[in-house]
Antibody, heavy 124, light 108 residues
Framework: QGQLVQSGAAVKKPGSSVKVSCKASGVTFSTSAISWVRQAPGQGLEWMGYIIPLFGTPKYAQRFQNRVTITADESTSTVYMELSSLTSEDTAFYYC?????????????????WGRGTLVTVSS | EIVLTQSPVTLSLSPGERAALSCRAS???????LAWYQQKGGQAPRLLIF???SRATGIPDRFSGSGSGTDFTLTISRLEPEDFAVYYCQQYGSSPWTFGQGTKVEIK
């Protein structure tokens, strides 16, 4: 049974950066396409990007392209999401999640495994 | 990007009643690559339906999905107390993957 364990809540100042971690267990880390999805308080879900550790090259949603960096550390089975130039609009829960992988190279991009979420609050 | 519009925003029903939630896409969703999720307060979303009509592992058969192209529906045949929550649709046929804004199913 796979599990994604995220780092704890963070409070940041406007203009700063935040780095959230997601440690995977019970899954094949190298082929897990770990994605980040955020949810502002009382709002809907927004996909930010993903990385497949085996390939290493992340893909980002265009609206976050200039501010987000997703990296993977295979030695610890951990993925990191760093968001820079924070504003109050970035206050949200940040979830890591993995899509279904059929084992032969194809990903079905619905998310069947989720972390519990990390609350990032941006406040002066 | 594909915009998903869910309706109604809020659905007020009693336990035992049938719920029908709509998700409309701004353009056709490739290969019915549409999923539904349930989210309860303070929790991560939970996958219910994928490929428009396939139930995820462990999901009761009172949950069903239908539709194709631009119009999709999630139906809960008889609401149980634990079904009162917010429901989101997501398309994964075209990157960027996008979600609807959600429908809240509340107790009447």
């Amino acid at each position: 049974q796979g599990q994604l364990v995220q780092s704890g809540a963070a409070v940041k100042k406007p203009g700063s950066s935040v780095k959230v971690s997601c440690k995977a267990s019970g899954v094949t880390f190298s082929t897990s396409a770990i994605s980040w999805v955020r949810q502002a308080p009382g709002q809907g879900l927004e996909w930010m990007g993903y990385i497949i550790p085996l390939f290493g090259t992340p893909k980002y949603a265009q609206r976050f392209q200039n501010r987000v960096t997703i990296t993977a550390d295979e030695s610890t089975s951990t993925v990191y999401m760093e968001l820079s130039s924070l504003t109050s609009e970035d206050t949200a829960f940040y979830y890591c999640a993995t899509p279904y992988y059929d084992g032969s190279g194809y990903y079905y991009w619905y998310f069947d495994l989720w972390g519990r979420g990390t609350l990032v609050t941006v406040s002066s | 990007e594909i915009v998903l519009t869910q309706s109604p925003v809020t659905l007020s029903l009693s336990p035992g009643e049938r719920a029908a939630l709509s998700c409309r896409a701004s353009q056709s969703v490739t290969s019915s690559n549409l999923a539904w999720y349930q989210q309860k307060g303070g929790q991560a979303p939970r996958l219910l339906i994928f490929s428009a009509s396939s139930r995820a592992t462990g999901i009761p058969d009172r949950f069903s999905g239908s539709g194709s192209g631009t119009d999709f529906t999630l139906t809960i045949s008889r609401l149980e107390p634990e079904d009162f929550a917010v429901y989101y649709c997501q398309q994964y046929g075209s990157s960027p993957w996008t979600f609807g804004q959600g429908t809240k199913v509340e107790i009447k």
